[in-house]
């Protein structure tokens, strides 16, 4: 049975380029970058290098990239260290939205217990928010704004320049979790007025394990890792070489491709939500327009989103009822919840995250697929026997 996989949300698969990239440094170069000898400075150029094309591709010096090991610890740090230094001046508020990735979160979370205050701007129901809403938001002592760029379960891709310059007027520092975003959509530091930026190569076809932390010049960044003097002091630990060839590799690859993939994908998700929409009672999770090219996320009333993907996955079709990181727990998806779903329906959601790799024919699998298993698992559903029978009102 083929494959059919719509999870590159979640991970994608390396691009034959990014390995290209990376080989090198597991076969043949593998000195340490801090080694004055010879073999540790060749090194050191390649992570040079890595860096320049990297700030290239997000508008940006090199000084200002830091190398971290994904996404998640470069949202740590950014919002630990914006915190901190916040809570110097006595700042200690932070604003950001209901519905960010567990990376920032429970980052969040975590300050709250030790005296910050975090303010959760509630997202609409297509799951967006405004720049106003951030404005209203902002006081004389806010540290921080965190706004994520794209959300990865629902897709929708926030105003983000437009926060960054409410941020900016307000003398507030603006962080924004791009995982999603960075290698997809055009994403310019400088023109959308970010001061701090974190990406993951495996979300854009590199490896996973590395990613990097955009600084602006003059934001200060504090360490959390101590060791080394490696990232200019910021972060120690020996660099994970391979993995950032890779990342520069796959990031110059994606951008190169920006428009072409971005348009092939948004006719493949435009496919698709087509075609999942036929099933009755189904609904498309956030916003229409301001989505990601490679995003589709529907519930399906009666039915159980856990169920639906273990059908799915017996014809070879991988998708997510949401985000990997909540799989395993029974909860709903807490962005489902963030738009303002009920229960029973977040219950029933399917997330299809597509990537350039992807097919018409994969698509059109999927429609013809994804009905036929809505459909059995309605048939033997308690919940839609009772709303067949108007015991219940259908929610959609
Ligand atoms: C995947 C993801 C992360 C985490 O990145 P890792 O590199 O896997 O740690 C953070 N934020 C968003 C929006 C993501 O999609």
Redesign the pocket.
């Known amino acids: 049975m083929k494959t059919v996989y719509v999870d590159n ?2 991970t994608t698969a390396m691009s034959d380029k990014a390995i290209e990239a990376m080989t090198p440094f597991l076969k043949g170069v593998y000195g340490n970058p801090s080694s004055l000898h010879t073999v540790g400075q060749v090194a050191k150029e390649h992570l040079e290098d890595a860096r320049e094309r990297i700030a290239k591709c997000l508008n940006c010096e090199p000084r200002e990239i830091f190398f971290t090991s ?4 470069a ?1 740590n740090q950014a919002i630990r260290s914006a915190a901190q230094n916040g809570a110097r001046k006595g700042k200690k508020h932070i604003v950001t939205t209901a519905f960010e ?1 567990h ?2 979160l429970h980052t969040l979370k975590k300050l709250e217990k030790e005296g910050y205050e975090v303010t959760y701007l509630p997202v609409d129901k297509d799951g967006l928010i405004t720049a106003e809403e951030v404005a209203a938001a902002i006081r004389p002592d806010t540290a921080l704004v965190t706004v ?1 760029f794209a ?2 379960e629902v897709g929708t891709v926030l105003p983000i320049a437009e926060i960054g310059a409410v941020c900016r007027k307000k003398g507030v520092v603006f962080h924004t ?1 791009a ?2 975003a960075v290698g997809h959509i055009p994403v310019d530091v400088k023109a959308q007025n970010i001061d701090m930026l ?1 990406l ?1 190569a ?2 854009f076809h590199g490896a996973k394990g590395v ?1 990097a932390l955009y600084v602006k010049r003059g934001i200060p960044l504090n360490t959390f890792i101590d060791g080394g003097a490696q990232e200019r002091n910021k972060r120690a630990g020996t660099e994970n070489l391979a993995g950032i060839a890779s990342m520069a590799a796959a990031l110059e690859e994606a951008c190169a491709n920006m428009s072409v993939n971005c348009k092939k994908l948004a006719a493949l998700r435009d496919r698709l939500i087509e075609g999942l929409l036929k099933v009755p009672h189904s609904k498309l999770n956030g916003d229409r327009a301001k989505r990601l090219p490679s995003n589709v996320n529907v519930c399906f009333e009666g039915i159980e989103g856990e169920s639906l993907l273990l059908l799915l996955d017996a014809k070879g079709i991988c998708a997510s009822s949401g985000s990997a990181c909540t799989s395993g727990s029974l909860d709903p998806s807490h962005v489902l919840l963030a738009l303002g779903l009920p229960h029973e329906i977040a219950h029933g959601s399917l997330r299809l995250s597509l990537s350039e790799y992807n097919t018409a024919e994969e698509v059109e699998y999927i429609i013809e697929e994804v009905p036929k298993v809505v459909e059995y698992l309605r048939n033997i559903s308690p919940v839609w026997e009772e709303l067949e029978k108007g015991l219940k009102p259908h929610l959609i």
């Open positions: 949300a979640a994904g996404g998640s610890e949202d990735h990376a920032v994520m959300n990865n979790d995982v999603q974190s993951s495996h979300k990613g």
